[in-house]
């Protein structure tokens, strides 16, 4: 069998070749293009998407996109297709133009295909094994890691985006394809939290794309120099790449909600009416604090026979509404400011056993108030309460 030239090969990937018509029934050409765009439309089905270009794509998306573009092109192939596009692939607007495809020269091409070119013996010139595009380019950023030389500056810092996560006031997200990238950002990256300390000036870089030069801080005390780009890819890439949030939970309340606001719950404070002597002596300053997402005299309305009220009916003593608000991570956030002040209490539960109430703080009405202002300005991450000054204080995070 005759080999196939360089150019017959990419066009043989991209299923649009010319093939001389057989007698009889559909040309090997026909077949093959059929045979391409079942590819597209099993991508499709699994992604629900359709494939699109760009660098953060692997080579079979971009394949697929390419391929695409060309039958969409074609009126022959969009004539033989037809009945095989229910939704209209076809007809819709090509995707946008991405130049990666064709400026892969076809090593690199049948590099990202994880093909190993064999040369003819002799020909030193040659490569004989080529690693996918994908493997030098992590190889290069991993590369460029060397020492940081000011790493005490930044260790603070990542020790206490640790602690934010552990306490809830910040999420970690996948990172979405495109996503942007900005300077003071937090991310996890091959098994290591990152910081973006520096965003360059932008420029054009490689195939005529914008790009910056990022200094990136990680955790193990060595950064780099990486390009926005490349740190985009590598985060894309990486199952387990994520983005670390930001803590602002942003407007969480108002007087009256926004019309497009839905009602996530309530703030409560609650005192108990408890005859324990624990509770007589500090009943002024001795609050449960929780958040709920129905009716908080329907939360309290079985306290007498609840080990988590003490057995004893509560007084609401106030009630801040809140919106569009992960309810547990709100929750979260208060505990963590008020854990040096939890009642430390042991009581019996109805069956005698040891029960430990986890929600109830002794700490002053007014600090919960200045409490829930922080947490409506973003600044709550910075303090907690100091008990024996009975005020809040920078938060020290180990």
């Known amino acids: 069998m005759a080999e196939l030239s360089e150019d017959e090969l990419l066009l043989a990937e991209l299923g649009v070749e010319i093939e001389i018509k057989k007698p009889g029934g559909r040309t090997a050409h026909e077949e093959r293009v059929i045979a391409g765009f079942d590819d597209i439309l099993r991508f499709v089905e699994e992604h629900k998407r359709v494939p699109s270009h760009g660098d953060d794509r692997d080579i079979f998306e971009r394949l697929y996109a390419a391929r695409l573009d060309r039958l969409r092109e074609q009126a022959d192939c969009r004539a033989l297709l ?36 064999e040369p003819a013996a002799g020909d030193i010139t040659q490569l004989r094994h080529v690693k996918p595009r994908s493997e030098v380019r992590a190889a290069e950023e991993i590369a460029e890691r060397t020492p940081c030389p000011d790493f005490q500056v930044f260790e603070p810092l990542f020790a206490a985006i640790r602690a934010d996560l552990a306490h809830g006031v910040r999420e970690t997200r996948r990172f979405g394809t495109n996503a942007e990238i900005s300077q003071g950002e937090f991310f996890i990256v091959g098994g290591q939290m990152a910081y973006v300390a520096v965003l360059g000036e932008e420029f054009v870089g490689e195939h005529g794309r914008k790009d910056n030069r990022l200094r990136v801080i990680y955790d193990n005390g060595t950064e780099s120099d990486i390009l926005r780009r490349s740190l985009q890819r590598a985060l894309y890439k990486d199952e387990a790449g994520r983005r670390i949030t930001d803590p602002d939970a942003g407007p969480l309340f108002g007087s009256e909600a926004a019309e497009d606001d839905l009602a996530s719950g309530t ?82 539960d109805r069956f005698g056993k040891p029960f430990r109430p986890r929600e109830w703080f002794m700490v002053p009405l007014p600090i919960i108030d200045d409490v829930i202002t922080k947490i409506r300005d973003g600044s709550i991450v910075n303090y907690t309460y100091d008990p024996a000054q009975a005020r809040l204080v920078a938060a020290k995070h180990n």
């Open 267 to 348: 703030i409560y404070v609650l005192r108990s009416m408890s005859d324990h002597p624990v509770m007589a002596e500090h009943r002024q300053v001795l609050h449960k604090i929780g958040v709920t997402g129905g009716e908080v005299s329907k939360r309290i309305a079985g306290a007498k026979d609840d080990p988590t009220f003490l057995f004893a009916p509560a007084e609401i003593i106030a009630e801040y509404k809140v919106h569009n608000i992960n309810r547990m991570k709100l929750e979260n956030i208060l505990h963590r400011v008020f854990a040096t002040a939890q009642l430390d209490l042991e009581i019996p």
């Open 82 to 117: 037809e009945p095989f596009d229910p939704d209209g692939l076809l007809g819709a607007p090509p995707a946008v133009d991405d130049s990666a495809i064709d400026e892969l020269d076809d090593e690199d091409l049948l590099a990202e295909l994880g093909i190993e070119t």
